[in-house]
Every structure is written in C-alpha cells, then in structure tokens.
C-alpha cells in the first residue's frame, strides 16, 4: 500500500472517529431521591439467565425534561419520578442502570435500533410510534388535560373555538392531530413546559394541553393561585407512563412487566408524593359503579337547572366578568366530567329562594347549600362536601370574646338563611340580630361600624377577612350547636339523581378535594359591594397630597404667567367679556334684557326688539309702564315685580300668558338681581322663551294619550266580551255531548245529535274567526257582512243546541215558528250571536218553569222585498227590578252578582245590545222581579230565497275521475284526517311529513300528481319553500302547472297573499271541513277529467278544447269562422290579380286553420295549390283548385255551425 494511500485511510478513520464521537451518548448519574427496598422477586428460568448473562441495564433519556418525571436540576444528572423507579428496579432485576444522555430522540432511538439501548427511559403518546421498541406496563396513570387561569371563564366549546392552546411540541405529525382535534383554535408550540404554563398564567395563552402529571406537579408546586386543571381533554389513547423497551430486548420487557406488578403500592405512593403527586396517580379511581337504571336516567336528562346564590363566596358566585366561580363551581364541573350531566346556571339571591324554586321545581337542582337546621328531608340531601364551623367575626379594636355571654346586648348581622338565627335567639335572646341579604352584606356592616359582629361560616369568613379586611376584622369566636355541612340538594321526588351525586362525590378523592377548597380559601376574592371600606384612609392620604401638590404647581405657574403677561392677560380678558356680553346678548335666540334699580330698560337683544316688533330707541331707557308694551294693568303688576326683586333679592321663574299686537302667547319668564362690588343690588337680567307651541303640543299630547288609552280600553273591553261569548257556544256543546253520553246507543238520537253539534261547532269556529280577527280589533269596529240565511232553519238550530241543557233542568222547553219569508239577507253570526246569549241567559237563570224562543214575522208596512221579525225569549225565572232593568245592557252588569260571581263576567247582554245596533235592530226587555224575563229582538230584512241546508251526511264518496293527491302535514293526527277525507271522497293518497322527502316523492311520481295540498308552517322545509321548489322545477321542465293548497290555522289576510306569492292555487284556513274539500277537490277532479277526456279524444286541437274548455269554443269558432271567410274571399282576389307569392301565403294560412279543424280535405287541397305554385304551372290550375280550396272552406263552415248548435 502506497503512503498516500495510507494518508487516506488514517483520514477517513478519524473522520468516522469524529463522526462517532458526535452522536455518541454522554454518560449520567442516576440520582435516587426516595429510596425504598425493593421486594424479592423471582423471574422464569429463561428470564433469569437472561438477566445473568447481562452486566448493566442501558437506559436513555434526552435533553428535554419533563416533571417530575425527570428533573434537570443539575447536567448530566438524572432524577425524579422516572429515577426513583429505575432504583427499584435495578434492585429487583439485579443490574445497575447505566444513564445515557442524548441530545434528542432521534439519536437514541438510532442506538437502540444499533443494539446499544436496552430501553428509554419515558415514550409519549404524542411522539412519533416506532417499531423499535415495546411500551411496559405503566407505573403512573396519566391522561391529557387542559390547564386554565383561575379568573378565566369555564370552557366555552369541546372544540377550544377561539381560543390560543400551548402545547408542547414533539413532532409535525402531533401538532396536525392537534388541529383536527381543535381545527377553530390557535396553536402555540413550546419547547419547555414550565414556559407554556407560564404563558398561560400570563395571558400569553388560554388554555395548555399537557400531561395530568405535569399539571399537578405544576400547578402545586408553582401557580396554584394562578391556574387550575379545568377538564380532560378528548384523547382516544392512554397517555399512562411506562418505559420504552427495546423488540431486541423481549426477556427484558417480561422481566420489567413482572417487576412492575409487585412493586407495592405504598412504595409508587411514597415516591409521588415525595415528588408532590397524590395517590391518583399510582392506584385507578374507583368507577362511579352506577345502575343501568342511574345510567338510563343520565341519559334522558342530559341538561338540568342548578340553582346557585349569587354572592355567597367562596362558595358560589359570580367574578366582574360575571362568570360563575367557586368551590360550588369547581365542584359542577368536576360532576359533569364524571357523570356526562350538564349545568344551565340559575342565579337566586338568598337560599330561601333557591329553596323555595327547588321546592316549586322551577330547579332540579341546589348546588351549594348550608344545612344546618334546616327541615330537609334527608333523601334529597347529598353527602357534604365541605364542613366548617360557624364563626363571629367582630372588629381587631375591640375586646376579645372569650364567652359568648359577652355578646349580651351586642348587635350581630346574620344572613336571612342562616341556621344559627333560630339557636342564637333560643340561647341568647339579649343579642340583637340584624338580618342581612348575604354574608357579604353583614361583613360590609361590620367594617362600616353599623354592627358589632357578623355570623357566617368559617371558610367564607376566612376568605373574606384575608383578602379584605386582615387589618380591621378578624375571626373571634365559634358559634352554634353544629357546624356547617355545604351540601347539594335534589328537588322532591328525585332521589335518582341524589344516588348520582353521592357516587360522583365519593369518586372525588380527598386530596383532591382538600385542593380545591385550599385553592379558594386562597385565592383572591371578588370584590364585595364597598371595597372603598378597605382602602378608603390611604387613597383620601393620597388624594389629599395630590390635590395640595397640584394645587402648589398650578399657584405658582399662575403667578408666573400673572407676572409675565399681566398687561397682555388684561387686554385679552377684556376683549372676551366684551366679545361675550355681545355675543350672550344678541346673538341669543331668546329675549334677553337688563334693567337698572328703578326698573329701566338698559339693554336688550334683537330677539328682545323682534317680539314687540319695535326698535331699539323706542324701549331703551324706559320702565314697562312707560313703554306701553302690554296693556296697563299687566305693565303695572310687572313694573312692581321688578322692584320686588331688587328689593329682596330673589329671583322670579314662572309661566305668563300675555297679549302682543292682538295676538296670544304664552312664555316661560325669568328675572334675576344682580349686584355691585358693595353688595347692593343695582339691576336684573331676564328674559323669557316662548313656549306656546310647547304648550300646544304638550295639550295634543295629553289628547292622543287619552284617545290611545280610550282606544286600548275598548280594545280589552272588546275582547273580553268576545272571549266571555265564545263559552256560550261551548257550554252548550259540551251539554249536548254529555247528555248523549248519558243516553247511551241510540241511532236516531246519534244521527240528530251529531247533526246538531256539528252545526254548533260551525258557529263557534265562524265567531272564533271574528274574535280573532286582529285587523277588525285595531281598527276599532266590527261591521256586519249580510249573507242569505234561512232565519228558521237557523233559530231552531240555536233551539236544538240549548236543548240538552234546558232539560238537564228538567224546564219545560218550546219553540214557536210563525214566518211566512225564511230567506232573508243578514248578518248570520251577529243575529245566532243575540239570539244565542239570551237562550243561554234564560235556561241559565231559570231553575224551574219554563222558557220558549218565539220567531215570528211581525206585519207592517215595509219597502218591498222587505220583512219585519220578532225574535222573542222568555222565561220563568227569576226576574229584574226597575234598576236592574235599566242597567242590565251595561258591560259588567249581572242580575244577581252574589248568586252567579262563578258563572260570568256580565258581558252577555252587553254584546247583544251592540250587536243589535251594528244590524239597526231594536233589544227591549220586559220583566219583574220574581215573575221571570222576556227579551225581544226586532228587526228587519231584505227578504231572499235561499235554498234547505245540506246536512255533513249527504257527502258521497266520488265515483268519478280518480285523483292522484299528494298530503304534506308534520302533524299527524291532522294528516291521517286529511288522508282520511281524500279517501272518503275517493281519491288515492299518498302522505308526507317532511317538505324535502315531499319534493322527492313528487319528483318521482310517475304518473305525476294531480293535486297537491300541504301544511304552510312545518319545520325544517315549511310549505311556502316547496311550493317554490314545485313551481321551479315545473317552470325548468315545461310542464303545466299543477294545483298546490295550502293549508294553515293562521286566519289572517296577510297569510292568503303570501301563499299566493310562494306559487298556491288556494290558501284554506283549518279545520276545512267536508264541504269545502269536496267542492274544491271537485273542481281539480273535473278538470282532470276533461284534461284525461280530451288526452284521447278526437282528431283535432278544436275537439280537444271543446272538452277541457267549453266556455271559450264558441268565441273560437266564430272566429276561426271569420277568419276563413276572409282569407277564401282573399283567395279567390289573388286567383285574378295577384302574384304566386301572395297565393302561396294565403294557402298556407288556411292550412293552419284546417290542421287546428281537423279537416283533412282542406288542409290537402292547400297543399296541392302551394304545389302548383311552387312548380309554376299553369294559371287555369290554379283556378281550378282555388275552387277546391273555397268548396272545402264552406263545408267546413257547414260542419263548424252545426256543432255550436
């Protein structure tokens, strides 16, 4: 080998050396901080000559340190939870550790996949997996959580929206995990973890996604008045610590796993909590071990009201953020996470609030609450999670108490709940107790020296007294028989829920809990409702030196300038008054003036001049009797006004109506003394601001305001008669149906009954329409609408409807018919109105006799066409007096109020005498006392025929043309009756409750649908949307449109104009009853019938308009007769002077006319001339077949006449 060959070779060795010894792992010490023995352990044979045959266990760890499960305290050094383990390990494998330090995990995994590992010493659910090595059984439990500032609101959303998340960054493929766990947060990386709490603290970051064991350790070690543990995060892998041990390596991993499992359990606890960790980490907290039937029971009620006062801190109560905090908080949250029940917040000021709304059940739920005394059934209460004694915390200036024998004659403030009131008035009646809203409320009396002492629970006593009051007030005594438990309380009934809670809270383990009230026993309160109390004497200290040091400077900076700029100052002052007084005084858009001592006008404004419409040397210098500005009695008064306040220098401010040139004002007047340097007053300023259009508005004002409430006192007088009369109709129906219940099966009496209250129901769903009516409410007026309507048929339908109800009372019950004209033009629902209230009235106030409705026509002479008619109802019952009689029509006015106080409100024969009038009808009463009643209703009416009413049982099913009827209703009794309708009337149905599986079902229909009837309002897609979806589609595909209802209980006017805007043929208001479905789905069958008629009917377009349109043939046969008459006479013009052009044309226009005709012969002799045209043949053919042409035009003609006949 050449020497430079050899130079070479030595090169690349050392190169490689030095490559070598860039990777390779520094050596550390393992530092045992909690040394334990280990127990004896014995290992397979196999296992056991493995470990033999090895001299040291390799361990590797890297540069970034995570505690306390490695603590960087020193380099190169080795220690912490981690550390401690590893001791108790190489105790019981019977091998030292040998710690090797890598700068990152890259390097070390690189070495175990060499061979030169044997494990590592942590691996991480967040860092890359690897089939280098194998995870061992954990030897701490751990999951991911999310760490929050104590004063920051509870966690908005699952997935952290809006929110800045810290994280510790392992790797590229952790933060894109992250993201889609959290995609609406921000992520910030860090490298450290007590940096990425820290950013946290300091509001760099909202929330930090570590490690529980991390959190604790943290948290305690370094914030724990600064942040808390706010919630699991949602993590599909267990993020348990274990250690990392090489696939090379499998005897190792069986033996570290078997070591693992009989290591004690009190050796891994004494190492946490060497390490500040509890015993959550080491041993699994237990499972709630709920039923199947308490987990049935979470699952229905997800969500349920918790009350909690709002000022009882630490407890419960709500930070200047308005946030709700507390150890009740803290206590919610860590509920819901172990039961997966959520919170809704409901504030109460005291805890007999919260008792009363848990009591009414308003609340499912007391979050925090002091028993004590009180009468709670033990069944609702849940195990206490804080007990403390109830305390008296008095002044630090005052004596110590040392008995509470010294509290005789004291005043102490206790809260309005406060159990120890009742014992302390039992024990000690010589202390005066003053009963406080909250606790917060008796130390703010106590530190303002309105009490001597307040009593409250010693942990919110404490609270308040360090962070508040530590200089002014402590805790000097202990009171009362028992302490107080703060427990949760359920609501009667619900002890399901109690069984919840206790599982819950025993799951919480102590420690735990001791954290958590440790954590607001000390942390900062919320400010109480007068922190001025406590700071009040050093911020007056320093208010007072501000203000002299202020006031030092600006004195001397005054004088300064004084010295400087006195002569330019003066000029300027001077200028500015001057500039002032010209600006105050005329440019002031209200009279101003100023008189001297004896009453003179020395100055005024223009306004002044502009109101007397006078100029300035005419009032200048003149007193008001001497300017003659108004008449001479009102200048006197006035003058002496004047002279008044000079006198006794008090200002004058008042309203005056005066009179200038004739005319009327009315202006708000002020006059104020002035004086000179001496004291003495030498003049006043006044002037005035007219205020008569002011005052003009304000009387229009009053008057709207007296009209509105006029107008909204009839509205309510209005609806409350309506809503009184709607009973009348219903009592009567439920009679009917009641007394055919009694009567039991009877077909005849079905049939008539039936009948009866089918019509009743009519009537009261036509008057509930009126009452209804918003448009006729606000305006004010109810206007009759007269309609045909047979007056017999009608009173004696009002007979049939009382009559179940006249004979409960066993009345002997009569109508009496005399008419001669039943057809007349009225207002239906008025008149059964009248009729109907008096009907009611009588049975109702009739408990023996009897009671007959007479109609009769009443002779005389009328216009004709005309008839008058005698409505009469009388009764044996109890009668009116004279008084009664002359205010029974009155509204509220009943015949005996004591008798009948549950049975009306007297607006029955309110309503009948103004619906009386609306029909120009006469209402008159006769009656005495003891003998019974006799309403008449006379009026008169244009007579009309009108044909018998059809009873609901003369609908027949169709036998016609079948229809295909789509039904969209969410409602489903309302879709199975309309179904049911369709059905009756002989339809096919298909039914839909949903708009969108509606638009598919019509989009696939084959054959489509020939009718669509839909529900307006339903969610999701209601039925405007569809109707437009409908109309859109038939518009993209050119088809006919098809009929759509639209069906809603909304009777307003506006609601027809936007049906017809979303594209509906009709808009029906619910119930539709029978009659109105068949009439109307029996003009969609005829005009499908003739739509399916003319589909196969005849040859031509005419035949099939004849048949779908029959009204609009004839106009179309005349003229297309017309038109052919012209066209044959044009025809037979051109023949003779025409051109071939002009023939051809022609031609062809009247073959348009016989295709649409159907008449073959014409349209072929056309033909043939446009073909004798084209081929320019000769002109006597042309004649010839002009004469075909003409021949076929008549006959046609002939044929055409005959079928209009």
């Excluded at 199947?292 to 349920?304: F, G, P, R, V, Y």
């Excluded at 009315?666 to 006059?671: G, L, M, N, Q």
């Excluded at 129906?733 to 009954?753: Q, R, T």
């Excluded at 509606?998 to 529900?1015: E, G, R, S, Y």
């Amino acid at each position: 080998m050449s020497v430079v060959s050899r130079c070479l070779l030595a090169c690349l060795l050392c190169f490689l050396a030095l490559a070598q010894w860039a990777v390779a792992a520094d050596e550390a010490r393992l530092v045992i901080r909690t040394p334990e023995i280990a127990p004896s352990i014995t290992f397979p044979p196999e296992t056991q000559a493995w470990l033999k045959s090895r001299t040291s266990l390799r361990v590797a760890f890297w540069a970034r340190a995570q505690p306390p499960m490695h603590m960087e305290f020193e380099p190169n050094v080795f220690e912490g939870v981690t550390a401690d383990t590893l001791g108790l390990l190489q105790q019981m494998l019977g091998l030292p550790v040998q710690m090797l330090h890598y700068q990152n995990r890259e390097e070390a995994l690189r070495d175990m996949a060499n061979g030169k590992l044997d494990m590592l010493a942590s691996s991480s659910v967040d860092e890359d997996p690897t089939p280098l090595f194998e995870p061992s059984k954990p030897y701490l439990l751990n999951h991911k959580v999310f760490v929050r500032r104590i004063n920051q609101a509870h966690l908005s959303s699952v997935d952290l929206s809006g929110e800045r998340v810290a994280y510790i960054a392992h790797n590229e493929a952790q933060a894109r995990e992250l993201k889609a766990k959290y995609p609406r947060s921000t992520l910030i990386p860090y490298t450290d973890y007590l940096t990425a709490i820290a950013a946290v603290v300091y509001d760099q970051a909202d929330v930090f996604y570590t490690d529980s064991v991390v959190a604790e350790f943290l948290i305690a070690r370094f914030y724990r008045n600064d942040v808390y543990v706010a919630g699991e995060a949602k993590s599909p892998q267990v993020a348990d610590i274990n250690f990392a041990v090489s696939t090379r390596r499998p005897q190792l991993l069986t033996a570290i796993n078997q070591a693992l499992t009989e290591i004690p359990v009190a050796s891994m606890s004494r190492i946490t909590t060497r390490w500040g960790l509890n015993n959550s980490f080491v041993v699994s907290r237990p499972s709630l071990n709920l039923t199947q039937e308490q987990t049935d029971w979470i699952a229905a009620h997800k969500h349920l009201k918790v009350a909690v006062s709002h000022s009882d801190a630490p407890v419960t109560f709500f930070d200047e953020r308005n946030q709700f905090k507390g150890l009740g908080a803290d206590m919610l949250s860590k509920v819901e996470q172990l039961t997966g029940l959520r919170f809704d917040i409901v504030r109460a000021d005291n805890a007999n609030e919260m008792v009363e709304e848990l009591d009414d059940k308003r609340v499912d739920l007391i979050a925090a609450l002091s028993i004590g005394e009180y009468s709670l059934n033990p069944k609702r209460v849940t195990r206490a999670y804080m007990i403390t004694p109830f305390v008296v915390v008095t002044r630090r200036s005052e004596a110590e108490i040392r008995s509470l024998d010294e509290l005789n004659g004291m005043t102490l403030a206790l809260a309005r709940d406060n159990p120890v009131s009742t014992w302390l008035a039992q024990h000690y009646p010589k202390i005066d107790q003053v009963i406080v809203r909250n606790a917060t409320e008796g130390i703010e009396m106590l530190a303002d020296k309105k009490v001597d002492g307040t009593v409250g629970p010693r942990f919110s006593a404490d609270y308040f007294v360090t962070q508040h009051f530590n200089a002014d007030l402590h805790v000097s005594a202990v009171i009362g028989p028992k302490p107080a438990r703060i427990a949760m309380v359920v609501a009667p009934g619900n002890e399901m829920l109690k069984g919840i809670l206790d599982a819950a809270l025993l799951a919480i383990p102590p420690e735990e809990m001791k954290d958590m009230s440790d954590r607001w026993r000390n942390n900062v309160a919320p400010a109480v409702a007068s922190p001025w109390n406590t700071y009040k004497e050093g911020v007056i200290q320093i208010m007072i030196g501000a203000v002299l040091l202020v006031l030092v400077f600006l004195a001397w900076n005054y004088y300064l300038r004084i010295q400087i700029h006195k002569r330019q100052k003066a000029e300027r002052d001077l200028e500015d008054q001057l500039q002032f007084s010209r600006t105050l005084i005329d440019g002031a858009p209200v009279a101003l003036y100023v008189r001297d001592g004896e009453g003179r006008l020395a100055q005024c404004n223009q306004a002044y001049l502009d109101f007397f419409n006078m100029s300035r040397e005419q009032v200048l210098g003149k007193t008001l009797i001497e300017a003659q500005l108004f008449n001479e009695q009102f200048n006197v008064k006035h003058h002496r006004m004047y002279l008044d306040i000079l006198e006794h220098g008090q200002p004058s401010f008042r309203d005056v109506d005066v009179e200038v040139q004739g005319q009327q004002y009315r202006i708000y007047h002020w006059a104020l003394p002035f004086h000179n340097s001496n004291g003495q007053y030498v003049g006043l300023i006044g002037g005035w601001l007219d205020i008569t259009e002011r005052e003009h508005l304000i009387e229009q004002l009053s008057l709207a305001k007296e009209t509105a409430m006029n107008a909204n006192r009839s509205k309510s007088v209005f609806l409350a008669s309506m809503s009184h009369e709607i009973r009348t109709p219903v009592s009567a129906l439920v009679g009917l149906i009641e007394l055919l219940h009694l009567k039991g099966p009877g077909a005849d009496d079905i049939e008539e009954s039936l009948e009866v209250a089918h019509q009743s129901a009519k009537t009261l769903l036509s008057l509930i329409g009126d009452v209804l009516d918003l448009s006729k409410i606000e305006a004010g007026e109810m206007t009759p609408a007269p309609r045909p309507t047979h007056v017999g048929e009608m009173v004696q339908s009002i007979y049939r409807l009382f009559e179940p109800n006249a004979h409960k009372k066993n009345l002997d019950y009569r109508l009496v018919t005399e008419v001669q004209h039943s057809g007349i033009l009225i207002d239906a629902l008025m008149l059964n109105q009248i009729v109907a209230n008096l009907l009611s009235n009588a049975i109702k106030f009739t408990d023996q006799g009897s009671v007959q409705l007479l109609l009769r026509e009443v002779p005389g002479e009328l216009q004709p066409g005309w008839a008058r008619y005698a409505i009469q109802v009388s009764d044996t019952g109890k009668g009116l007096s004279e008084s009664q009689r002359e205010d029974i029509f009155e509204p509220f006015v009943q015949a005996d109020p004591q008798a009948n106080r549950a049975v009306g409100t007297g607006l029955g024969l309110s309503i009948c005498a103004s619906l009386a009038k609306l029909l120009g009808a006469q209402l008159n009463v006769d009656s005495q006392l003891g003998l019974g009643s006799s309403f008449t209703l006379i009026f008169e009416a244009e007579t009309v025929e009108v044909e018998e009413s059809l009873s609901l049982p003369a609908l027949e099913s169709s036998n016609g043309h079948k229809l295909k009827i789509l039904v969209v209703e969410d409602h489903a009794p309302n879709r199975l009756l309309l179904c049911r309708q369709m059905e009756y009337l002989g339809h096919e149905v298909w039914p839909c409750d949903d708009g969108e599986a509606a638009l598919v079902q019509w989009k696939n229909a084959q054959p489509p649908f020939d009718l669509t009837i839909t529900d307006c309002n339903m969610p999701r897609v209601d039925g405007y949307q569809l109707t437009r979806w409908i109309r859109e589609d038939e518009q993209q595909r050119a088809v006919r449109m098809h009929p759509i209802f639209g069906l809603t209980a909304n009777a307003q006017s506006e609601i027809i104009g936007r049906c017809l805007e979303a594209g509906m043929t009709r808009c029906l208001f619910k119930p539709v009853g029978m009659e109105t479905l068949a009439l109307l789905v029996g003009e969609v069958e005829q005009t499908s019938k003739r739509r399916a008629q003319a589909a196969v009917a005849a040859d031509s377009e005419l035949d099939k308009i004849k048949l779908l349109s029959p009204e609009s043939y004839g106009p179309l046969v005349n003229e297309i007769l017309l038109t052919h008459r012209v066209d044959g006479y044009e025809l037979q013009r051109l023949v003779r002077e025409g051109t071939r052009e002009d023939l051809a044309r022609v031609a062809h226009k009247i073959r348009g006319g016989a295709h649409l005709a159907g008449d073959r012969a014409l349209n072929d002799a056309c033909l043939m001339l446009e073909r004798l045209v084209a081929d320019e043949s000769e002109p006597s053919l042309y004649h010839q077949q002009v004469e075909v042409v003409v021949a076929c035009l008549e006959a046609l003609e002939v044929r055409l006449l005959q079928t209009l006949q």
